[in-house]
């Protein structure tokens, strides 16, 4: 071990005695970073990768969709759920949460069912038994039911997973106030969970400071993965919407809003998968505000008609008395394009291949390490071509699929059937 040193985040390490070979012990940083490895005129450069615990995955089976009685249920319901994890699951259960009431007066119960362990499995199935005599129902009750799961991290803290909401309500009489559709419509579990994902994300960004930064991310990565999720339950109404009947479809009013909500939807999976809850937020509350104005469009309130105002535009227009304050305007800021920046660096460790190959590889080594921050799949992509260079590959055909990673992704614009587009 003489003479054997490393060097990782300003740090010198030096090796110890293991028998006849030496050993370093380090640890994982929380960032990607490069350990240099010394001994006399002789290096080498490694990558140290850290990949964060990510939340259990959980799949709500049974109830398979939202129901509603038309009286109030005996018996018992059965519950299922799947659940699997990248490392162990500690233990599972049943959330519930029962709405009662009318009118304006409303109470929300929320309880949990029994824990189940599993162990420190990667994979499992959650079952219980609700019993419909043991819970307070009554025509116009509302039962929302979905699974939770904690994973055995014990390192940066238990990743928390939840599966989508499922709805269970009990008609109410018909009456003349209100009308409700039999049965419900998705939107109503969904609205629930995006509810839920923008509380959940709202408390995240909001204790920021006190977590640790892996544990940030890993919550951050788990919200982003629930807001994946939801938005496929989305497409698969507008699937459901959209359909004739005959092997046809056509766009709905409703249809057209979802599409909508869907692309916000993968615009906050991406912020939350990057660790940024707090840009996401404000395209997540428009989501919401999308689903109820979709929930609510479906309910008629017959309480009289609303008197119209009639507004004579041309005898009102220009007679405002307010002087316009004209500002003058400034450029915008030029966007901070990190891909832009890796091409660049990409490029001059590259130029380096042709006087030495070593440094160059030593260089590239360097910029995949920036590249799993930012860009993940560029760096994969980097990661393999700088095993192929050390086997004596040629640069220029091993580095194309690196720069094929770094250009944009193509965006499928929306067109008419009739002209051959596609809908993303």
Known sequence: PDGVTAEVDADTLRATADGRAWRISTTMPAAPAVLSLRDRAYGRLLVLEPRPDSAPQVRLALPASDTTYQQVPRGHLELSATVS?????????????????????????????????????????????????????????????????????????????????????????????????????PIDSMWMSQRLLNMRTDTLARARAQLERTAFRNRSAGDGTAQAQLRQRVLRVI??????????????ETSTKLRQVADMMWTARMFLGVAQPDTALPVMGRILDILDEIRLAHRYYLRGVTPSSVVDIERVRLTGKGDAAVERRQPRARIHDPRRALAARLDAAASLLATSRQAGIDSLTVVRVAALGSAPEVGAALGQAIEALRRGAEARETLAPVRRALEPRPRIAPAGHDQGGAIP
């Open 85 to 185: 994890d990248d490392v162990g699951i500690d233990h599972g259960y049943f959330e519930y949460m029962l709405t009662a009431g009318g009118g304006e007066n409303f109470e929300t119960k929320t309880s949990t069912g029994q824990r189940v362990s599993f162990g420190h499995a990667r994979a499992g199935v959650l079952r219980a038994t609700l019993r419909f005599d043991t819970l307070a129902i009554a025509p116009g009750t509302v039962l929302h039911i979905r699974a939770v799961a904690l994973d055995a991290n014990d390192v940066s803290g238990p990743g928390r997973g939840v599966s989508e909401t499922r709805t269970i309500r009990i008609a109410e009489p018909k009456d003349s106030i209100a009308v409700n559709p039999v049965p419900p419509l």
């Open 239 to 252: 699937s459901t919407l959209e359909a004739d009947g005959v092997g046809g479809t056509f766009e709905t």
